[in-house]
């Protein structure tokens, strides 16, 4: 199986920074990686595919870049809707797996 | 609009077997393939499966092999899974999760999630 590996585990931040997340793949994944947000008590929302595409209606202040892999997320001008979990996601062969998780906080 | 609607609460004892539905609206069936995917208390997001709904090809993550089905009825729109000798640490939030796009092949991301059920499984 692939792994997946986020860093950090666990960042908090104020509302205005920049944050980058960062995903490695042990093994080439092409741009096949999706990155999804959890609030909690919440389903996963999907916000980026093919490593940098952004879904409909994913506020622009999110971006993500990489490939092979190294991947980031990030989140500029940081909201306070944006604390919430972070999870990245190789989707270039099955098991599709993911990654730990990053929580964010906005102090 | 999609939508991803999935059935409530279960409680189970140890060895038994639960069945999860995902009734999907607002797109057409049969075009696009269903991810199951769950999460125990305080824990990460876990990949169990995805089906390819047009031809009902299905992969699962190799420690749920032999535990996991997963279907669907094209009549009803809906995808299940089914995951049989269930045990303590099976206890998790289950979600299923739609394609965004068509994909045939490999290499399919989501896009559209359920809102997920939760499976306790005590004695």
């Known amino acids: 199986d692939i792994q997946m590996t986020q860093s950090p585990s666990s960042l908090s931040a104020s509302v205005g920074d920049r944050v980058t997340i960062t995903c490695r793949a042990s093994?080439?994944?092409?741009?096949?990686l999706a990155w999804f947000q959890q609030k909690p008590g919440e389903a996963p929302r999907s916000l980026i595919y093919h490593a940098s595409i952004l879904l409909s209606g994913v506020p622009s202040n999110f971006s993500g870049s990489g490939s092979g892999t190294d991947f980031t997320l990030t989140i500029s001008g940081l909201q306070p809707e944006d604390s919430a979990s972070y999870y990245c996601q190789q989707y270039e062969t099955y098991p599709y797996t993911f990654g730990q998780g990053t929580k964010l906080e906005i102090k | 609009q999609v939508q991803l609607v999935q059935s409530g609460a279960e409680v189970k004892k140890p060895g038994a077997s639960v069945k999860v539905s995902c009734k999907a609206s607002g797109y057409t069936f049969t075009s696009y393939g269903i991810n199951w995917v769950r999460q125990a208390p305080g824990q990460g997001l876990e990949w169990m499966g995805r089906i390819n709904v047009y031809n009902g090809k299905t992969n699962y993550a190799q420690k749920l092999q032999g535990r996991v089905t997963i279907t669907t009825d094209t009549s009803t729109s809906t995808a299940y899974l089914e995951l049989r000798s269930l045990r303590s640490d099976d206890t998790a939030v289950y979600y299923c999760?739609?394609?965004?796009?068509?994909?045939?092949?490999?290499?399919?991301?989501?896009?559209?999630w359920g809102q997920g059920s939760l499976v306790t499984v005590s004695s």
């Open positions: 999760a739609r394609d965004l796009a068509r994909c045939s092949g490999g290499s399919c991301y989501v896009g559209y």
């Open positions: 093994q080439g994944i092409y741009n096949h």
